[in-house]
């Protein structure tokens, strides 16, 4: 599975009057593959989110696998979840063609930040990933800008912008199957912007799917540093690209509040 830097949200944005952003979607439950009541009844306004980012152990690869194949199945009775993604990645830290075998992910939205809490820190879940990692990260996140949807669902900011330290953002993108090589091809320069960028303290790449339905998760020193990246030229060209061509079918750009980030990711330790 392969994923690239999918360009970062490029301003802070409030609520837009044209994405809802509670309840579920016209096709059904807004969190698929999870009790549909339970998860029509779960208050929005105090979402949190968990992302995890795993590397497997040589030993736990089937182990790591079994996790990609059965989706979200070992999730369906978490208490408090509300939405669930299980997100494979490229070799490298996710940005590239060739797939990894051992890392991948998580993207979980919870009602509540006791409900988050709770798994992160207590659940059968993340202590199976802590015996098969040989890193694991966890980050607490709770969102105060959003836009866009992924599969239908919509996050509603509940925090207040940071003022200092550190911020996060999630962008994703299912790209139009007409456009994947256009799109591929501002992936060099993206992903080297990204690299070279000052206040980057960590960027992993992650999808649902190869080459069409991708996600960067990226950390940083403060918005200031976030802001300054997003408006640099390679990574301004793939917006105005993106947006220009209609490279999406469906996109969302989140920037969070981190409440706590935890682990190691790329023998880099974050507390």
């Keep these: 599975m392969s994923h690239p830097a999918v360009p970062v949200l490029h301003r802070s944005t409030p609520q837009h009057p044209a994405y ?40 736990s690869t089937l182990w790591g696998w079994s996790r990609l194949v059965l989706q979200r199945w070992p999730l369906r009775h978490v208490p408090g979840l509300c939405f669930a993604k299980v997100l494979g990645s490229g070799h490298g830290g996710g940005f590239s063609l060739r797939p990894s075998r051992t890392r991948q992910g998580l993207f979980l939205v919870f009602a509540g930040e006791a409900a988050a809490l709770q798994f992160a820190d207590s659940s059968k879940e993340m202590a199976g990933y ?8 966890v980050a607490l996140l709770r969102p105060f800008a959003s836009k866009g949807s992924w599969s239908g669902t919509h996050l ?70 976030m802001d300054a990246y997003a408006r640099s030229g390679a990574h301004g060209q793939a917006i105005r690209a993106a947006y220009g061509g209609d490279y999406f079918s469906e996109s969302m750009f989140v920037r969070f509040a981190p409440l706590r980030i935890q682990g190691r990711w790329q023998g880099v330790q974050h507390d």
Excluded: Y
């Design 20 to 59: 809802p952003v509670t309840g579920p979607s016209a096709q059904g439950s807004a969190f698929p593959g999870l009790d549909p009541h339970r998860a029509a009844a779960a208050p929005t306004s105090d979402q949190v989110v968990v992302v995890v980012l795993a590397d497997m152990a040589d030993r």
């Design 156 to 225: 509603q900011p509940s925090a207040d912008v940071p003022t200092q330290g550190p911020v996060a953002a999630l962008t994703r993108a299912a790209i139009r199957p007409r456009r994947v090589w256009q799109f591929w091809r501002m992936q060099p320069a993206a992903e080297k912007a990204l690299a070279n960028a000052s206040g980057c303290l960590l960027a992993a790449g992650v999808g649902e799917a190869p080459l069409l339905r991708q996600a960067t998760f990226t950390v940083w020193q403060d918005a200031a540093a």
């Design 130 to 137: 802590r015996l098969h990692s040989t890193e694991l990260l």
